[in-house]
């Protein structure tokens, strides 16, 4: 006789950092296992929808690959050789060795290093409480956001925008630079039901032929890094035929009349010589913004991730507010929605504990902190010692080869908490075992929409896992560090949290599921005024006062173009690098998660390719499927050559971010992307990088 297993229903969040933070149903097999993850129907922007990679999550959580036990280095640094600990011997290592370094180098030599493997406030954020209360080194964050947030931020005064279900409702939708099928797939449920319901047209600007350029009615393939001038050639034609609401623009902007006499010059043909776009495509994308004004602007973050990335997002960003978009529903723009949200994170991050004359480390420059570089040091101690949760800086951060140096050294104990045997858990001296989402509680919020969602523990913990909250609070007690948050569990956090920043309580989230907290439409559209005192859009903003950062202007911010304008900057192609390398997102990772699971790997082709046009493999000499060298000043990489005609000549696209192991050598594509500071507040230009290419 077989017995049936039970399947129960329970709910969640997807914890991964993607803009489009889905409401889960989970399947629960007899109470330990988890079934088949699906979107929630009635959750207004999840709608139903998942991406595959997440639906078939029981993959993931029940691996074979998990770390299980604490582990202590017993090989040499990188050898990967490990033998099992108990909790309590882990925890007085780490716990000896912070110690150490703060007594020989002082706290500042400590540096707690995470990110957004989970997008859990709790088990994301929780780190910043240790690290504020022990005056450890502050971490700047920016890897991700810094620079398309200075540019939207720029011209709005406030990270928000057009309720993202409001693009079901638009006539015309732009997918600017986010490849939404691979990184959002919800942006395409609202988008084609726009299409389907009232024939809105989509168009997609992009820097090669992505699933999303596919779908698009009208897909404009551009030279990387040369979104502004698109963005200024737009707004010339609008203004030119009498598109540009100047009704609008005289109520809601700062410098109208400048910024119509600065665009005369910049004509489709001007366009045309940088972006490599026909000057008759341009027109024909202004001709549809000017018939269908209410135009919902999607900004991603793929065209940021240029070292001119601020000021493309910024000039992009510009042509909503030429159109008057704004005023309409359907109209204006989203980037990330993460300004609505206010939460107060005192309890959380120990922001009452926080000094702000302790140094902050630029998160992307890990590679040049942890080599010595004093600049990157900001003239002070050595890092000695590191936590690292919720990021795998080995695999994703810039200047590779930088970064490993840095992790070989014999001098850095580093403890690193994770799921996985990470390239960088493969350099640590300690690894910890870390619960994933179904395991432990949390409270998330979307970046591409308006809920609040709860995360609740849906099972037990495999093996001897513990979660970021707990390993946080076992070492607070053996460091001797002192916060109420460290003797609270973390739902009591969530409910501090919610309480505190006036969205009741852990109960009633747990019983609702989620929260919209979309703001009213005039305040979404901005139409009480943009986020600057004077309620204007800046099209002249003062870049080194963005309201964002507590960080000051850095890179070269003072030769930033005042009004939108193409700006120069970028690792331009030149006679040794005769190609420029964008890493763009691959549909079945997600940064370098889930290229633990077999069925990503094998549904990305298996190994690491580049796509190469056409006529360049032929001038060449390489054929598809060919081993090929990518190169730089910064390092070499080895893959496989794939022959596409949807990439520009002299373009290539290596979609990211397989293990450094996937790679002939163990050089992986972050060898080629650099960790210099783009203007005005840094960021990793990931997509602007100049290499050449040879067969291998
Ligand atoms: N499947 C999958 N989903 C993901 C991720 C992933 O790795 N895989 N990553 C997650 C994370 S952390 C983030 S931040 C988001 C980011 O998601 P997106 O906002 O989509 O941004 P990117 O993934 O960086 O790149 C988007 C697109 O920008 C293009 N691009 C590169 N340079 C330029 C340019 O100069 N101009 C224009 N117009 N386009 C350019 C790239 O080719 C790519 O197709 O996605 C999240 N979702
Ligand atoms: N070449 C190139 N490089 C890139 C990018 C690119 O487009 N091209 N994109 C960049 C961007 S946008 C980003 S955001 C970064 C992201 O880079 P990462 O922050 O490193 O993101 P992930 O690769 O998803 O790694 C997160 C890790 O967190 C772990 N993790 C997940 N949940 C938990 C948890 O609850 N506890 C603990 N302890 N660990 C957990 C996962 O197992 C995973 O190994 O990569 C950047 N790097
Ligand atoms: S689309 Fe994004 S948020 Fe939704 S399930 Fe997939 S990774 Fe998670
Ligand atoms: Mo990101």
Redesign the pocket.
């Known amino acids: 006789m077989t017995v049936q297993p039970k399947i129960t229903r329970g709910f969640s969040a997807c914890p991964h950092?993607?803009?489009s933070t889905c409401a889960l149903d989970v399947e629960v097999i007899d109470g330990r296992t988890i079934g088949r993850l699906h979107g929630a129907g009635d959750n207004s922007y999840t709608a139903g929808v998942i991406?595959a990679k997440v639906a078939r999550y029981a993959e993931r959580v029940h691996s074979p690959g998990r770390v299980l036990h604490p582990l202590k280095r017993v090989g040499p640094k990188g050898a990967g050789e490990f033998e099992r600990i108990s909790w309590d011997e882990a925890l007085d290592i780490v716990a000896e060795r912070f110690l150490a370094a703060e007594r020989d180098f002082g706290p500042e030599s400590v540096w707690p290093y995470y990110y957004?493997g989970t997008m859990g406030l709790v088990m994301r954020d929780g780190i910043n409480r240790l690290r504020h209360v022990k005056k450890y080194s502050r971490q700047y964050s920016t890897i991700?956001t810094a620079l398309s947030w200075a540019g939207y931020i720029a011209g709005t005064g406030r990270l928000a925008g057009t309720d993202p279900r409001e693009m079901a409702k638009s006539d015309c939708i732009v997918l600017?630079?986010?490849?939404?099928v691979?990184?959002?797939v919800n942006v395409m449920t609202h988008a084609l039901k726009a299409r389907k319901e009232r024939g809105a047209r989509i168009v997609a600007?992009?820097?090669?032929m992505?699933a999303t350029m596919k779908q698009a009615d009208m897909a404009l393939l551009?030279r990387?890094?040369t979104?502004a001038a698109l963005a200024c050639a737009v707004m010339h034609v609008l203004f030119r035929d009498g598109h540009a609401d100047r009704d609008y623009l005289a109520q809601y902007t700062d410098c109208p009349d400048e910024l119509e006499a600065h665009l005369k010059s910049r004509t489709p043909e001007w366009a045309s010589a940088i972006t490599g776009l026909p000057a008759a495509e341009i027109e024909a994308f202004a001709a549809l913004l000017g018939e269908r004004r209410a135009a919902y602007f999607r900004l991603?973050?793929?065209?940021a991730?240029?070292r001119n990335g601020a000021v493309g997002m910024h000039a992009a960003l510009s042509i909503p507010a030429v159109l008057g978009a704004w005023r309409h529903e359907g109209g204006g723009a989203l980037h990330s929605n993460s300004g609505i949200f206010r939460w107060r994170k005192t309890m959380i991050e120990g922001l009452d504990a926080l000094d702000a004359s302790v140094r902050q480390l630029d998160q992307s420059q890990i590679g040049r902190v942890l080599t010595g570089d004093a600049e990157a040091l900001r003239h002070g101690p050595p890092v000695k010692a590191m936590l690292i949760q919720n990021t795998n800086p080995v695999s994703v951060a810039p200047e590779q080869e930088r970064v490993k140096q840095g992790f070989a050294r014999e001098d850095l104990f580093v403890c690193v908490h994770e799921q996985f045997m990470t390239e960088t858990a493969k350099m640590a001296d300690v690894v910890l075992p870390a619960t994933m989402f179904l395991e432990h509680d949390d409270l998330y919020q979307g970046g591409g929409h308006q809920h609040v969602l709860l995360g609740p523990k849906l099972v037990d913990p495999p093996g001897e896992c513990c979660s970021n909250h707990e390993v946080i609070c076992a070492l607070a007690r053996r460091l001797g560090a002192e916060h109420p948050g460290f003797s609270m569990s973390a739902r009591e956090l969530i409910d501090w949290t919610l309480r505190n920043t006036d969205r009741g309580t852990v109960e009633e989230l747990q019983a609702s599921r989620w929260l919209d907290v979309q703001p009213p439409f005039r305040q979404a559209h901005f139409l009480d005024g943009f986020g600057y005192e004077d309620g204007r859009f800046r099209f002249r903003p003062d870049w080194s006062r963005v309201p964002m950062t507590n960080a000051g202007p850095m890179g070269p911010w003072q030769a930033m173009p005042a009004l939108p304008d193409h700006w120069p900057v970028i690792e331009e192609a030149d006679a040794e690098h005769p190609f420029r390398l964008?890493t763009?997102?691959?549909?079945?990772?997600?940064?370098s998660t889930f290229t633990e699971t077999p069925t990503s790997q094998a549904k990305e082709g298996g190994r690491p390719e580049v796509f190469v046009h056409p006529d360049d493999a032929a001038a060449l000499g390489i054929a598809d499927g060919e081993r090929v060298v990518l190169g730089n000043r910064r390092g070499e990489v080895r893959l496989h050559a794939r022959v596409y005609d949807g990439v520009r000549r002299g373009v290539l696209?290596a979609e990211s971010?397989w293990p450094n192991s996937a790679f002939e050598d163990g050089r992986g594509i972050n060898t080629l992307t650099g960790a210099d500071q783009p203007a005005p507040f840094g960021g990793a230009a990931f997509?602007d990088n100049k290499v050449w290419l040879s067969k291998a």
Do not use: E, K, M
Not at 176 to 180: E, I, L, P, V
Not at 584 to 591: D, G, I, Q, T
């Open positions: 950092d993607c803009p991406c957004a991700c600017w630079g986010t490849n939404a691979h990184t959002q600007v992009d820097v090669y992505n551009l990387p890094g979104d991603g973050y793929g065209f991730r240029q964008s763009s997102p691959a549909r079945n990772f997600l940064n696209i971010i997509h």
